[in-house]
Nanobody
Framework: VQLQASGGGLVQPGGSLRLSCAAS????????MGWYRQAPGKQRELVAHITSGAITTYVDSTKGRFTISRDNAKNTVYLQMNRLKPEDTAVYYC??????????WGQGTLVTVSS
């Protein structure tokens, strides 16, 4: 299974970015798709995830600013990030869990929020 993430970059505070992550390869159906992030010197944390039934979960710090969505036909998950703050700066990793329980990680994409 390969996960290809894209969409990171440099943005000013208050700006927006949209991350995408496409899964490819041989796997069972995907149950959960999500995004984690890891800031320098900090542990990796869950940002948001979405189940096959479109149930979403967000870390408190992103509620109301970030929106996760998925396109099941394309095995792709998206993270729309609005009103970005400097504390959102991190490497963002996509993650999927298949219906067979397999867990896979993308390579990470850097998001930098700075003026």
């Amino acid at each position: 299974v390969q996960l290809q993430a894209s969409g990171g970059g440099l943005v000013q505070p208050g700006g927006s970015l949209r991350l995408s992550c496409a899964a490819s390869g041989s796997f069972f159906s995907i149950e959960v798709m999500g995004w984690y992030r890891q800031a320098p010197g900090k542990q990796r944390e869950l940002v948001a995830h979405i189940t096959s039934g479109a149930i979403t979960t967000y870390v408190d710090s992103t509620k109301g600013r970030f929106t996760i969505s998925r396109d099941n036909a394309k095995n792709t998950v998206y993270l729309q990030m609005n009103r970005l703050k400097p504390e959102d700066t991190a490497v963002y990793y996509c993650n999927v869990i298949s219906t067979s329980g397999g867990r896979y990680w993308g390579q990470g994409t850097l998001v930098t929020v700075s003026s």
